[in-house]
């Protein structure tokens, strides 16, 4: 299948890290200045794709800073929690929490994490600093908003913090630094590989992608759930699945053919939002 569109590299190099961006500051400046910033970091990675939604070089910065780290793993209603210990070697991600901020589940074990660390910081004279990173889509926020509780206001930013970073009190002794979303400078692997990474994890919404038969095509190839959730039998081929799918569902356009793009996007919809066991 041929790819529509194309992409445009980025090296590894804080020269490049300087280049501006629309909506938030480039990785790793923003970055950079919450792991100087935090005295414990908790990053946000999806529990349905952990290691895709890990950013190894954030992980990095904050191993060298002798900083603390917390891993959540987020939306763990939507995740087989049995398959993915199963499946990912979890011991090198200690301490870990898996959390749903849907069912408020492990927000509590969460809290006790963070207390514990505070404890052992033993920080005399000033507020801790839990920094929060992590995908576009991970959950980042609802986590936050979580444990902020529904009382607990945003503050706008204050002297003293990067602009991007919100300072927000978690309580009277601990301030939570939240961050936008941020995007690894450089990850390995090709740049389809790459793109299909993010629109795995929702970084590209279904709305938002470029070629969305050929991420599909991808994921029918790995995920076998996506036939059985549709009830269509394709023999993994995503072409004979978007046929089936697209008239069933109606998805015609003139000529009475199907209309690949639109149904293309639900299937990627419906998988990102987790209506598909993607374990």
């Known amino acids: 299948m041929r790819v529509r569109y194309s992409f445009s590299s980025r090296k590894t190099g804080r020269a490049r890290a300087e280049k501006t961006c629309q909506h938030r500051k480039p990785f790793p400046k923003l970055v950079l200045e ?15 794709f952990i290691e895709e939604s890990r950013n190894i070089e954030s992980e990095e910065l904050i191993k060298n800073s002798e900083k603390k780290i917390i891993f ?3 939306k763990a209603d939507l995740a087989d929690i049995t398959k993915v210990m199963q499946k990912i070697e979890l011991h090198s991600l200690k301490p870990y929490v898996f959390v749903s901020c849907k069912r408020r589940e492990g927000i509590g074990k969460l809290r006790k994490l963070i207390k514990i660390d505070v404890s052992r910081l033993g920080i005399k004279g000033r507020k801790v600093n839990v920094g929060v990173i992590g995908y576009p889509n991970t959950g980042k926020s609802s986590l936050i908003n979580v444990l902020l509780g529904r009382a607990s206001a945003r503050k706008a930013a204050e002297a003293g913090f990067t602009k991007g970073i919100q300072k927000l009190k978690l ?7 939240d961050t936008p979303g941020v995007i690894p400078e450089e990850e390995t692997g090709t740049e389809k590989e790459k793109y299909i990474k993010q629109a795995k994890i929702g970084v590209r919404t279904a709305d ?11 994921l029918v190839k790995e995920y076998p759930s996506i036939e059985k959730f549709y009830n269509i039998e394709s023999n993994r081929d995503s072409e004979v699945l978007i046929e089936k799918l697209g008239r069933k569902r109606n998805f015609l356009i003139k000529g009475g053919k199907i209309d690949v793009d639109r149904t293309a996007r639900l299937i990627l919809k419906d998988f990102q939002e987790g209506r598909i066991e993607a374990i």
């Open 34 to 48: 919450v792991i100087k910033t935090s005295d414990i970091i908790i990053e946000v990675l999806d529990a349905r």
């Open 72 to 74: 959540v793993f987020n």
């Open 171 to 177: 309580t009277d002794d601990i301030l939570i630094l």
């Open 208 to 218: 938002r992608a470029k070629d969305p038969e050929m991420i599909v095509s991808e």
